[in-house]
């Protein structure tokens, strides 16, 4: 208690939000996609970003693997570790936020209470969830890292969708399935969305 009592924030002599924004001619969201292992996440997050920096959009991406080499290596995959991987990531993403970026995150963040916590500490009118809906077995079809295989042999544990549940979301802003939809469309749909929202 006596180190935050040491604490003194200077938020309120900062410049603002709205001063950043209109230095770069947009408004910052959080574009928040949630789905398996697999699903087609990064892919879609990363032909997103190119489309809105075509446009003239300032966009920064946070993916599930490049966090965790980083500011959350320490952390494992235990519930406690996972709620603390995403919780960090909502401070981060809040920060950029607030400097006016568009903010994409590509997480399996699998539980509405995690999801819910992020939508917290972001700001829920800033929050858009995007949901990669594509099924179990695609996802494991595709097993991009190798990681399904091992799991089903018991080599990872707590591994989301075979040793721990996914929860869909209950009411993402958009849903897409890789299995039936192409990128393109993908992104297309994405674009219809998010335009309106972030162009001044």
Not at 91 to 99: M, N, P
Request: glycine share 6%.
């Amino acid at each position: 208690m006596e180190q935050t009592n040491n604490i003194y924030p200077i938020f309120d002599r900062m410049l603002t939000r709205q001063d950043k924004e209109q230095l770069l001619g947009q408004r910052s969201v959080m574009i928040w996609f949630t789905g398996l292992s697999g699903s087609g996440k990064s892919t879609i997050a990363i032909a997103l970003e190119r489309e809105l920096h075509k446009r003239g959009l300032l966009c920064r991406i946070l993916d599930g693997d490049n966090i965790r080499s980083g500011i959350n290596n320490n952390l494992g995959f235990s519930e406690a570790d996972r709620i603390e991987n995403i919780r960090r990531i909502a401070e981060v993403s809040k920060l950029f936020i607030d400097s006016g970026i568009i903010t994409i995150a590509a997480f399996i963040s699998p539980n509405n209470d995690i999801r819910e916590m992020a939508a917290r500490i972001i700001g829920r009118d800033d929050f858009l969830e995007v949901f990669v809906s594509t099924p179990l077995e695609e996802c494991e079809k595709r097993d991009v890292k190798g990681l399904y295989a091992k799991a089903r042999k018991g080599e990872i544990q707590n591994f989301t969708g075979i040793s721990a549940p996914f929860e869909a979301p209950e009411h993402p802003a958009l849903a897409l399935d890789t299995s039936k939809m192409d990128l393109r469309e993908s992104v297309e749909q994405l674009l219809a969305l998010i335009l309106p929202i972030v162009q001044k």
